[in-house]
Protein backbone atom coordinates (compact mmCIF):
# COMPACT_ATOMS: atom_id res chain seq x y z
CA UNK A 1 0.00 0.00 0.00
CA UNK A 2 1.41 3.43 -1.16
CA UNK A 3 1.59 6.16 2.14
CA UNK A 4 -0.15 9.64 2.68
CA UNK A 5 -0.19 11.85 5.78
CA UNK A 6 -2.97 11.07 7.15
CA UNK A 7 -5.10 13.19 9.87
CA UNK A 8 -5.78 10.61 12.83
CA UNK A 9 -7.73 12.83 14.42
CA UNK A 10 -8.90 16.94 15.12
CA UNK A 11 -6.02 18.47 16.95
CA UNK A 12 -2.37 19.73 16.94
CA UNK A 13 -0.07 19.42 13.69
CA UNK A 14 1.04 15.89 15.40
CA UNK A 15 -2.38 14.47 14.34
CA UNK A 16 -0.30 14.25 10.64
CA UNK A 17 0.87 10.82 10.80
CA UNK A 18 3.16 9.05 7.79
CA UNK A 19 0.90 5.80 7.05
CA UNK A 20 -0.13 3.63 4.95
CA UNK A 21 -3.33 5.12 3.00
CA UNK A 22 -5.64 2.88 0.19
CA UNK A 23 -4.60 3.75 -3.39
CA UNK A 24 -7.54 4.99 -5.15
CA UNK A 25 -8.94 4.34 -8.72
CA UNK A 26 -9.51 7.23 -10.78
CA UNK A 27 -13.30 7.49 -11.41
CA UNK A 28 -14.88 9.09 -14.56
CA UNK A 29 -12.84 11.65 -15.98
CA UNK A 30 -10.44 11.30 -13.18
CA UNK A 31 -6.39 10.88 -13.46
CA UNK A 32 -4.48 9.42 -10.51
CA UNK A 33 -1.06 11.46 -9.79
CA UNK A 34 1.95 10.03 -8.44
CA UNK A 35 2.22 13.31 -6.44
CA UNK A 36 6.10 14.92 -6.45
CA UNK A 37 4.71 17.94 -4.48
CA UNK A 38 1.90 19.18 -2.71
CA UNK A 39 0.93 22.88 -1.30
CA UNK A 40 0.15 23.26 2.42
CA UNK A 41 -2.75 26.12 2.60
CA UNK A 42 -3.81 28.24 5.64
CA UNK A 43 -6.95 26.15 4.95
CA UNK A 44 -5.52 22.74 5.93
CA UNK A 45 -4.41 24.15 9.32
CA UNK A 46 -7.93 24.92 10.19
CA UNK A 47 -9.35 21.97 9.34
CA UNK A 48 -6.96 19.77 10.88
CA UNK A 49 -7.31 22.05 14.18
CA UNK A 50 -11.19 21.04 13.66
CA UNK A 51 -12.07 24.96 13.02
CA UNK A 52 -14.36 24.07 10.48
CA UNK A 53 -15.59 20.77 11.63
CA UNK A 54 -19.38 22.20 11.21
CA UNK A 55 -19.26 23.49 7.90
CA UNK A 56 -16.75 20.93 6.28
CA UNK A 57 -16.96 17.66 8.50
CA UNK A 58 -14.20 15.28 7.63
CA UNK A 59 -14.40 11.40 7.95
CA UNK A 60 -11.51 9.21 10.02
CA UNK A 61 -8.09 9.23 8.37
CA UNK A 62 -8.97 12.24 5.92
CA UNK A 63 -5.67 12.79 3.46
CA UNK A 64 -5.24 16.71 3.34
CA UNK A 65 -4.34 18.92 0.58
CA UNK A 66 -6.15 21.03 -1.91
CA UNK A 67 -3.28 20.76 -4.82
CA UNK A 68 -0.75 18.58 -5.96
CA UNK A 69 1.87 18.21 -9.03
CA UNK A 70 3.13 15.03 -10.20
CA UNK A 71 2.94 12.43 -12.73
CA UNK A 72 -0.41 10.87 -14.38
CA UNK A 73 -0.44 7.46 -13.38
CA UNK A 74 -3.47 5.99 -14.01
CA UNK A 75 -6.28 7.89 -15.63
CA UNK A 76 -10.34 6.77 -15.47
CA UNK A 77 -13.09 6.53 -18.30
CA UNK A 78 -13.66 9.41 -20.50
CA UNK A 79 -10.40 10.63 -19.75
CA UNK A 80 -8.50 12.55 -23.18
CA UNK A 81 -5.72 14.49 -23.95
CA UNK A 82 -3.45 12.96 -20.58
CA UNK A 83 -1.22 10.33 -21.12
CA UNK A 84 0.55 8.22 -18.24
CA UNK A 85 3.69 9.75 -17.12
CA UNK A 86 2.80 13.89 -18.47
CA UNK A 87 3.34 16.42 -15.71
CA UNK A 88 0.40 18.30 -14.61
CA UNK A 89 -0.87 20.28 -11.56
CA UNK A 90 -4.24 19.48 -10.20
CA UNK A 91 -6.63 21.16 -7.70
CA UNK A 92 -7.71 18.78 -5.20
CA UNK A 93 -11.98 20.23 -4.01
CA UNK A 94 -12.20 16.71 -2.55
CA UNK A 95 -8.30 16.86 -0.55
CA UNK A 96 -6.01 14.83 -0.63
CA UNK A 97 -3.06 15.89 -1.77
CA UNK A 98 -0.33 15.09 0.79
CA UNK A 99 0.03 11.61 -0.32
CA UNK A 100 2.17 9.46 -3.03
CA UNK A 101 -1.14 8.97 -5.15
CA UNK A 102 -3.70 11.98 -5.38
CA UNK A 103 -7.06 11.38 -7.37
CA UNK A 104 -8.18 14.98 -9.41
CA UNK A 105 -10.95 15.90 -11.54
CA UNK A 106 -9.51 19.54 -12.39
CA UNK A 107 -5.95 19.39 -13.77
CA UNK A 108 -3.75 21.11 -15.96
CA UNK A 109 0.06 20.14 -18.69
CA UNK A 110 2.55 21.45 -16.48
CA UNK A 111 5.12 23.14 -18.68
CA UNK A 112 8.74 22.15 -18.86
CA UNK A 113 9.60 25.36 -17.77
CA UNK A 114 7.66 25.61 -14.32
CA UNK A 115 9.28 23.63 -11.50
CA UNK A 116 6.89 20.60 -9.66
CA UNK A 117 6.96 22.67 -6.04
CA UNK A 118 5.74 26.27 -8.31
CA UNK A 119 3.21 24.25 -10.10
CA UNK A 120 1.91 22.61 -6.43
CA UNK A 121 2.08 26.32 -5.03
CA UNK A 122 -0.37 27.70 -7.75
CA UNK A 123 -4.14 25.77 -8.25
CA UNK A 124 -5.41 26.67 -4.88
CA UNK A 125 -4.40 30.45 -4.69
CA UNK A 126 -4.67 30.65 -8.59
CA UNK A 127 -8.60 29.42 -8.82
CA UNK A 128 -9.39 31.49 -5.53
CA UNK A 129 -8.03 34.66 -7.64
CA UNK A 130 -9.61 34.30 -10.88
CA UNK A 131 -13.08 33.11 -9.23
CA UNK A 132 -13.56 36.03 -6.93
CA UNK A 133 -12.21 38.41 -9.43
CA UNK A 134 -14.92 37.15 -11.56
CA UNK A 135 -17.58 37.15 -9.18
CA UNK A 136 -16.14 40.60 -8.23
CA UNK A 137 -16.66 41.89 -11.96
CA UNK A 138 -14.17 44.52 -11.46
CA UNK A 139 -13.49 45.87 -14.67
CA UNK A 140 -11.09 48.06 -16.56
CA UNK A 141 -10.38 51.90 -14.60
CA UNK A 142 -12.43 50.72 -11.40
CA UNK A 143 -10.75 50.38 -8.10
CA UNK A 144 -10.25 47.06 -6.17
CA UNK A 145 -8.93 47.31 -2.25
CA UNK A 146 -7.32 44.25 -1.54
CA UNK A 147 -7.27 42.68 1.63
CA UNK A 148 -4.14 39.91 2.31
CA UNK A 149 -2.39 41.43 -0.54
CA UNK A 150 1.34 40.04 0.20
CA UNK A 151 -0.87 36.68 1.16
CA UNK A 152 -0.57 33.86 -1.59
CA UNK A 153 -4.16 34.32 -3.17
CA UNK A 154 -3.44 38.07 -2.81
CA UNK A 155 -0.59 37.64 -5.11
CA UNK A 156 -1.70 36.66 -7.71
CA UNK A 157 -4.55 38.40 -7.58
CA UNK A 158 -3.44 41.34 -7.63
CA UNK A 159 -0.80 41.02 -11.03
CA UNK A 160 -4.23 39.60 -12.49
CA UNK A 161 -6.39 42.44 -11.65
CA UNK A 162 -3.74 44.57 -12.51
CA UNK A 163 -3.46 43.34 -16.43
CA UNK A 164 -6.81 44.06 -16.73
CA UNK A 165 -6.98 47.71 -16.26
CA UNK A 166 -7.90 47.29 -12.78
CA UNK A 167 -6.12 50.15 -9.93
CA UNK A 168 -5.89 48.10 -6.97
CA UNK A 169 -4.92 48.91 -3.27
CA UNK A 170 -3.47 46.83 -2.04
CA UNK A 171 -3.44 46.38 2.39
CA UNK A 172 -0.51 44.81 3.46
CA UNK A 173 1.75 44.64 6.72
CA UNK A 174 4.78 46.50 6.63
CA UNK A 175 6.99 43.18 5.19
CA UNK A 176 4.65 43.33 2.07
CA UNK A 177 4.97 46.86 1.30
CA UNK A 178 7.73 46.65 -1.08
CA UNK A 179 6.17 43.41 -2.90
CA UNK A 180 2.68 45.14 -3.31
CA UNK A 181 4.51 48.18 -4.81
CA UNK A 182 7.15 45.80 -7.23
CA UNK A 183 4.08 44.48 -8.25
CA UNK A 184 2.64 48.02 -9.27
CA UNK A 185 -0.47 48.39 -6.77
CA UNK A 186 -0.55 51.17 -3.86
CA UNK A 187 0.28 49.33 -0.44
CA UNK A 188 -1.86 50.95 2.88
CA UNK A 189 -0.86 49.71 5.88
CA UNK A 190 -3.44 47.06 7.58
CA UNK A 191 -4.94 47.68 11.19
CA UNK A 192 -6.22 50.49 13.24
CA UNK A 193 -7.57 53.12 10.60
CA UNK A 194 -7.10 51.29 7.29
CA UNK A 195 -10.23 53.02 6.27
CA UNK A 196 -9.03 56.61 6.37
CA UNK A 197 -5.67 55.32 5.10
CA UNK A 198 -7.47 54.08 1.95
CA UNK A 199 -10.02 56.77 1.64
CA UNK A 200 -7.30 59.48 1.27
CA UNK A 201 -6.01 57.54 -1.60
CA UNK A 202 -9.58 57.88 -3.25
CA UNK A 203 -12.68 56.05 -4.09
CA UNK A 204 -12.68 52.25 -3.71
CA UNK A 205 -15.44 50.44 -6.12
CA UNK A 206 -14.76 46.82 -4.75
CA UNK A 207 -13.20 44.82 -2.28
CA UNK A 208 -11.32 41.54 -2.07
CA UNK A 209 -11.10 40.17 1.28
CA UNK A 210 -7.74 37.80 1.05
CA UNK A 211 -7.01 38.00 4.61
CA UNK A 212 -10.21 37.45 6.10
CA UNK A 213 -9.36 39.04 9.59
CA UNK A 214 -12.44 40.99 10.31
CA UNK A 215 -11.89 43.68 7.81
CA UNK A 216 -15.89 43.34 6.73
CA UNK A 217 -16.72 46.99 8.83
CA UNK A 218 -14.17 48.72 6.96
CA UNK A 219 -14.79 47.13 3.44
CA UNK A 220 -18.21 47.37 3.46
CA UNK A 221 -17.71 51.43 4.64
CA UNK A 222 -15.60 51.84 1.67
CA UNK A 223 -17.34 50.04 -0.91
CA UNK A 224 -20.36 51.65 -0.28
CA UNK A 225 -22.27 48.60 1.01
CA UNK A 226 -21.43 45.05 0.81
CA UNK A 227 -22.48 44.03 -2.96
CA UNK A 228 -19.22 44.25 -4.26
CA UNK A 229 -17.54 42.76 -1.29
CA UNK A 230 -16.42 39.02 -0.99
CA UNK A 231 -14.50 37.33 1.18
CA UNK A 232 -12.64 33.66 1.28
CA UNK A 233 -12.76 33.43 4.77
CA UNK A 234 -14.34 35.70 7.40
CA UNK A 235 -16.91 33.92 9.20
CA UNK A 236 -19.04 36.45 9.65
CA UNK A 237 -19.46 37.19 6.43
CA UNK A 238 -23.32 35.90 6.53
CA UNK A 239 -23.66 38.69 9.61
CA UNK A 240 -22.53 41.70 7.50
CA UNK A 241 -24.41 40.35 4.17
CA UNK A 242 -21.01 39.29 2.87
CA UNK A 243 -20.50 36.63 -0.15
CA UNK A 244 -18.10 34.22 1.11
CA UNK A 245 -16.79 32.82 -1.92
CA UNK A 246 -16.47 28.70 -1.86
CA UNK A 247 -14.22 26.69 -3.83
CA UNK A 248 -16.53 24.71 -6.41
CA UNK A 249 -15.80 23.56 -9.92
CA UNK A 250 -18.15 26.41 -11.37
CA UNK A 251 -15.98 28.47 -9.76
CA UNK A 252 -13.22 29.56 -12.02
CA UNK A 253 -12.97 26.74 -15.13
CA UNK A 254 -10.27 27.55 -16.98
CA UNK A 255 -8.24 29.16 -14.38
CA UNK A 256 -5.46 26.47 -13.97
CA UNK A 257 -4.75 26.87 -17.61
CA UNK A 258 -4.46 30.61 -17.69
CA UNK A 259 -2.49 31.11 -14.77
CA UNK A 260 0.22 28.08 -15.65
CA UNK A 261 0.76 29.77 -18.91
CA UNK A 262 1.52 33.32 -17.02
CA UNK A 263 3.45 31.10 -14.49
CA UNK A 264 5.25 29.28 -17.14
CA UNK A 265 6.33 32.95 -19.06
CA UNK A 266 7.43 34.48 -16.21
CA UNK A 267 4.24 36.79 -15.95
CA UNK A 268 3.10 35.70 -12.73
CA UNK A 269 5.05 35.65 -9.07
CA UNK A 270 3.69 33.48 -6.70
CA UNK A 271 3.87 34.25 -2.80
CA UNK A 272 7.33 33.12 -1.77
CA UNK A 273 7.68 29.73 -0.79
CA UNK A 274 9.95 27.03 0.58
CA UNK A 275 10.03 23.22 0.19
CA UNK A 276 9.64 20.17 3.15
CA UNK A 277 9.53 16.34 3.03
CA UNK A 278 5.87 15.38 2.96
CA UNK A 279 6.95 12.72 5.84
CA UNK A 280 7.70 15.92 8.01
CA UNK A 281 4.43 17.35 7.32
CA UNK A 282 3.33 17.82 11.13
CA UNK A 283 6.51 20.31 11.17
CA UNK A 284 5.67 22.10 8.54
CA UNK A 285 2.27 22.29 9.68
CA UNK A 286 3.58 23.51 13.61
CA UNK A 287 5.82 25.95 11.40
CA UNK A 288 3.02 27.69 9.52
CA UNK A 289 0.85 27.92 12.64
CA UNK A 290 3.84 29.68 14.64
CA UNK A 291 3.40 32.57 12.13
CA UNK A 292 7.35 32.61 12.46
CA UNK A 293 7.82 31.58 8.98
CA UNK A 294 6.57 34.34 6.43
CA UNK A 295 6.34 32.51 3.40
CA UNK A 296 4.38 29.07 2.53
CA UNK A 297 5.61 25.35 2.60
CA UNK A 298 5.39 22.70 0.03
CA UNK A 299 5.54 19.06 0.76
CA UNK A 300 7.92 17.33 -1.20
CA UNK A 301 8.19 13.36 -2.59
CA UNK A 302 11.49 12.19 -4.30
N1 LIG B 1 -12.70 30.08 0.09
C1 LIG B 1 -11.73 29.67 -0.71
O1 LIG B 1 -11.96 29.21 -1.82
C2 LIG B 1 -10.29 29.81 -0.29
C3 LIG B 1 -9.24 29.44 -1.15
C4 LIG B 1 -7.93 29.69 -0.75
C5 LIG B 1 -7.68 30.27 0.50
N2 LIG B 1 -8.74 30.57 1.31
C6 LIG B 1 -8.55 31.28 2.58
O2 LIG B 1 -8.22 32.62 2.21
C7 LIG B 1 -7.31 33.17 3.15
C8 LIG B 1 -6.05 33.62 2.41
O3 LIG B 1 -5.36 32.49 1.91
P1 LIG B 1 -3.83 32.61 1.50
O4 LIG B 1 -3.40 31.26 1.10
O5 LIG B 1 -3.65 33.76 0.58
O6 LIG B 1 -3.21 32.97 2.93
P2 LIG B 1 -1.81 33.66 3.25
O7 LIG B 1 -0.84 33.38 2.16
O8 LIG B 1 -1.50 33.30 4.64
O9 LIG B 1 -2.16 35.23 3.16
C9 LIG B 1 -2.93 35.91 4.08
C10 LIG B 1 -2.47 37.34 4.06
O10 LIG B 1 -3.35 38.14 4.86
C11 LIG B 1 -2.55 39.11 5.50
N3 LIG B 1 -3.27 39.70 6.62
C12 LIG B 1 -3.32 39.28 7.91
N4 LIG B 1 -4.11 40.10 8.62
C13 LIG B 1 -4.55 41.07 7.77
C14 LIG B 1 -5.38 42.21 7.89
N5 LIG B 1 -5.96 42.53 9.06
N6 LIG B 1 -5.62 42.97 6.80
C15 LIG B 1 -5.08 42.66 5.61
N7 LIG B 1 -4.25 41.58 5.41
C16 LIG B 1 -4.00 40.81 6.49
C17 LIG B 1 -1.30 38.35 5.89
O11 LIG B 1 -0.27 39.25 6.16
P3 LIG B 1 0.82 38.97 7.28
O12 LIG B 1 1.90 38.18 6.62
O13 LIG B 1 1.24 40.35 7.64
O14 LIG B 1 0.16 38.25 8.41
C18 LIG B 1 -1.07 37.52 4.63
O15 LIG B 1 -0.29 38.23 3.69
C19 LIG B 1 -7.05 32.08 4.18
O16 LIG B 1 -7.93 32.30 5.26
C20 LIG B 1 -7.40 30.80 3.46
O17 LIG B 1 -7.81 29.78 4.35
C21 LIG B 1 -10.03 30.35 0.96
Do not use: C
Amino acid sequence: MPNAVVMTGYGPPEVLKWAEAPLREPGQGQIRIKVKAAGISPTDLALRAGYLREAIPLPPNTVLGFEAAGTVDAAGPGVTGTSIGDGVTALLFSLGGYAEYAVASIWTPKPDTVSWIDAAALPSSAEAAVGVLRQLNVTSGETLLLFGGGGSVGIIATQLALAQGVKVISAVGEHDETLARELGATPVRYGTDVASRVRALGAVDAVFDAAGKGVLADAIALAGGPKRVITLSDPAAADYGVTLSQPKPDRAPGALDETIALLADGRLRLRAHTSMPMQQAAEAHRQMESGNVHQRIILTLE
